[in-house]
């Protein structure tokens, strides 16, 4: 859980239209941490659709862009951005397991790790199963406070992208 208090990387906030969070490892390799505005998946008539956010975490630079080497602080400092946006927003984080390295199930997972150890009696996740658009395969997980006042239309809508629904 945060309360834990796990050691992570400092970490700087880019004010902007992307919510955009950078933190750099001993190993100098730079991540972006995006909490980019995605309205995109909801119908024009929820009320709450300019509150979801699609979570998006890439490596900005690294001095090998082969070979990125592990670091057990890497994890703490994602758990603490995520907590950090919670704090100031209250938000809907959507996030999507990109699959064009075939690797969407290492990324569901690493995301399911980070709300375990966040998650607690403060947070709830829904999970769609594979989401299919032709040969690609995408996880979804939904992820956001319970003390959030738009709770079910956010549950009902997410359940609709299953279908495809807006």
């Not at 947070?123 to 769609?128: G, M, Q, R, V």
């Not at 658009?133 to 319970?146: I, N, Q, V």
Request: net charge negative; glycine share 4%.
């Amino acid at each position: 859980m945060l309360n834990e208090e796990l050691p992570s990387c400092k970490f700087r906030i880019i004010v902007g239209y992307e919510n955009l969070y950078k933190f750099e490892t001993k190993n100098n390799v730079e991540y972006d941490v995006r909490f980019k505005p995605n309205a995109d998946y909801l119908s024009q008539d929820e009320l709450w659709r300019d509150d979801l956010h699609e979570l998006t975490i890439r490596i900005a630079s690294a001095p090998n862009p082969l070979r990125i080497p592990a670091d057990r602080f890497i994890l703490p400092t994602v758990i603490a951005i995520i907590a950090e946006f919670f704090d100031v927003h209250e938000r809907v984080i959507l996030y999507i397991c990109d699959d064009s390295d075939s690797r969407e199930l290492a990324r569901k997972r690493k995301f399911d790790d980070w709300y375990n150890r966040l998650g607690g009696e403060s947070y709830e996740k829904y999970d769609l199963p594979a989401l299919t658009a032709g040969p690609e395969r995408y996880f979804a997980s939904l992820f956001f406070r319970r003390d959030n006042p738009n709770r079910l239309a956010t549950v009902t809508a997410f359940e609709r992208l299953e279908t495809g629904e807006k």
